[in-house]
């Protein structure tokens, strides 16, 4: 940006532009939006003829800037939500599965049943019987896959 704002042969709007955040970035403003915003008046100039340059210019590149944030936040929201939901659908190793078992063993002494009943919100509580339910469900799956490898003997 120093390059450009110095740069003679720039249009006279791309070298305040750069100047201008250049000025943001010294005082501690983050870098990539005012390199952007250079970028995009740069591109808007490519664009036009230079004798059309002027004022105009800047305030096209306010909305080219515009455009571009929006862009890159929907682009940020998308690949967040593609990693979380990569991440919810991930099976993970019965090693996990063993651990997180392990860690879980003895959670109850811990914790006061009449603090819990006392504190919990209704949403907490709810989640918890959620997972208590989900957690059965497993343990009956799994005992049913396990009696079909195993029938017991008798």
Known sequence: MERIAADRTQPAAV???????????????????????????MDLEAQRHPD????GL???SHD??????????????????K???AAANAARSMRSFTLTWAELLGWSRHYDPARAAREL????????LSVIEESRAFAESVAREREQLCPPTG
């Open 15 to 41: 070298r305040q532009v750069a100047e201008d955040e250049l000025g943001v970035i010294r005082n501690a403003g983050p870098v990539d939006p005012g390199w952007q915003r250079v970028r995009a008046v």
């Open 52 to 55: 059309d340059l002027d004022a």
């Open 58 to 60: 800047v305030a096209e």
């Open 64 to 81: 080219v800037l515009a455009a571009a944030r929006k862009d890159r936040a929907r682009r940020i929201k998308e690949n967040q939500q």
């Open 83 to 85: 990693r979380a939901s």
């Open 121 to 128: 919100s209704d949403d907490d509580w709810a989640l918890f």
